[in-house]
């Protein structure tokens, strides 16, 4: 059975970036840190435009938080509704 295709807004890693990870000279391992380490950044972002703040000025607790929120949503309002679709 095929995945669902996810939005634009909540896929953290596109086509062209997986393709560009498949082809560099790294390691399983290492593709595998730079997909997290891409999708993670993406994610960063995300939160810090909820904030209002740079990325680098995001504190632990408002990572926190933010993560707190967004399982809140899917627990209450469902998976569709949170920002995260895990």
């Known amino acids: 059975m095929d995945a669902p295709l996810q939005q634009p807004s909540t896929q953290f890693l596109s086509l062209e970036e997986s393709t560009q990870v498949d082809g560099a000279l ?8 730079t ?16 904030y209002g703040v740079a990325v680098e000025d995001l504190t632990t607790q408002q990572l926190i938080s ?8 899917r627990r209450e309002e469902g998976i569709e509704a949170s920002y995260l679709k895990w």
């Open 66 to 73: 933010w993560f707190e929120k967004d399982a809140k949503i």
């Open 35 to 50: 997909r997290l380490t891409i999708s993670s950044l993406k994610l960063l972002k995300h939160i810090a435009a909820d």
């Open 26 to 33: 790294l390691s399983s391992a290492e593709k595998f840190l």
